[in-house]
């Protein structure tokens, strides 16, 4: 297997110096590093170890469009029904189209762009906060146990594989920043799409929210078939002392593409993380969403769904990391599987010595429409204080037969029941997304998916 990535990627990059010696620090950590294998626990079942990253060439350029109606079909679709107050498209590498901050909000002192020109404009505040949530290597999230104990595990060095990949390599990206106080009322968002078969993109989500400000951000991945193709992130979530931040992640990529992302968010004293992970398309998709409640009284909700089918690998890694007093964490994860695809989900609460009072759930639940489809569910708890509530679970089962004859005894063909009852598993999931316009595209993923769009 050959590495083929050089210095000169880090010298075309164009960076400021300090962020020029980021990178070198972080292509000699990859380059160091070994892939991870089935026998690193947190990789058991998603085989990654054969990517020949010879075989890839950066994304092509892209030039930016005029006018909506240039934008990809999909990404047209979206933007027509979607109700962010502004967005940036990014094809590849380049923004292609972007529409302007509200000048209210520019007024407030608040920052939506491209992570390439805030590196530009807002060199200060993007120095102070790149990787200081996913950085280059691995984060130790080892627990704080009481002494005279053994604390968990570290994780294997080759974690940091395709972070450190990220970190080197990254190309663009959003960069979001709240001030103290402001309230954002529309949401944000980025739509990604990607249309170089055989290339890789490297992108970066930077969110800011200072004490006591509010922000929902939507990330959004669409691309066509794309054989050969891998798209590596990184998206860092500071949610400081006081403050609101509601993170979408929507995952439609084509066949093909391979998606590798690690999400992280740093919670504050008496502030909120609500998370939503939806991963739909890809041949293969690994998905870290790590929530760090750093700060008493921090409250972590973190919401997925996924629908995997034909030979489709969705692989999901979280943690809910309880380091301060009388926090809390919801995760609440719905996945189905059909055809003969692969479901994984391996997931971590851990509450360290001094996290008195911490209340703590984890929940995963999986549909299974075929006989051929594979689920792997691995939760698992670490507790190191003596006064918390706790509590993990998962359930995999088919569609109740029942159900589905009765829905087809009134005359609903079988497609559309099936549909229904899919929607029905997944909406307590949903019904905690307050963002009409994402809930509506994601039932109509659910509906092209079973076969009654």
């Not at 709240?178 to 990607?194: D, H, I, N, S």
């Not at 969403?289 to 890694?317: T, W």
Request: glycine share 8%; net charge negative; proline share 4%.
């Amino acid at each position: 297997m050959t590495q083929p990535f050089t210095e000169d990627l880090i010298t075309a990059s164009n960076s400021p110096e300090w962020l020029t010696a980021k990178r070198r620090e972080s292509l000699a950590l990859f380059n160091g590093l070994d892939l991870p294998t089935e026998a690193v626990e947190a990789w058991k079942y998603t085989h990654v170890s054969d990517i020949d990253f010879g075989k890839l060439h950066p994304h092509a350029k892209r030039g930016t469009v005029t006018d909506v109606t240039q934008l990809p079909a999909s990404v047209q679709k979206r933007l027509n029904g979607t109700d962010v107050g502004a967005y940036i498209v990014l094809d590849g590498p380049d923004v292609v189209y972007a529409t302007p901050l509200p000048a209210e909000l520019i007024a407030k002192g608040v920052i939506f762009t491209d992570l390439k020109t805030a590196v530009e404009q807002h060199a200060d505040l993007v120095q102070k906060y790149l990787y200081s949530v996913v950085p280059a290597e691995v984060p130790d999230d080892t627990t704080i146990a009481a002494p005279g104990t053994t604390p968990s595990k570290s994780p294997d060095p080759s974690e940091g594989k395709f972070s450190a990949l990220a970190a080197a390599l990254w190309t663009n990206g959003a960069f979001v920043y709240v001030p103290k106080g402001v309230e954002v009322e529309l949401p944000l968002g980025a739509f990604r799409v990607m249309s170089d078969a055989g290339s890789y993109t490297a992108t970066r989500t930077l969110v800011v929210a200072e004490a006591n400000s509010g922000v929902t951000f939507i990330d959004e991945q669409d691309s066509e078939e794309l054989p050969g193709t891998f798209a590596f992130g990184a998206v860092e979530l500071i949610v400081n002392d006081g403050a609101r931040l509601r993170y979408v992640s929507v995952q439609n990529w084509g066949k093909g593409v391979t998606h590798i992302q690690r999400q992280r968010g740093n919670v504050g004293r008496d502030a909120s993380l609500n998370s939503l992970v939806v991963t739909m398309g890809g041949t293969l998709s690994r998905t870290e969403m790590q929530s760090y409640l750093l700060g008493q009284g921090s409250d972590s909700e973190m919401l997925a769904l996924y629908f995997a089918n034909r030979d489709q690998h969705f692989d999901h890694y979280t943690l809910q990391h309880h380091a301060a007093a009388n926090a809390h964490s919801d995760l609440l994860y719905k996945g189905v599987g059909d055809d003969q695809s692969v479901g994984v989900f391996s997931g971590m609460i851990k509450v360290d010595l001094n996290a008195q009072k911490t209340d703590a759930y984890q929940k995963h639940r999986t549909l299974m429409l075929s006989n051929e489809a594979r689920n792997y569910s691995v939760p698992q708890l670490e507790i190191n204080a003596n006064d918390v509530r706790c509590s993990h679970g998962s359930t995999t089962g088919p569609v109740d037969a029942e159900q589905l004859f009765f829905l087809k005894s009134r005359g609903i063909r079988e497609e559309q029941a099936e549909k229904m009852l899919v929607t029905a598993f997944l909406e307590d999931v949903l019904t905690r997304v307050p963002l009409k316009s994402v809930v509506a595209y994601i039932e109509g993923i659910i509906a092209e998916k079973v076969g009654a769009a």
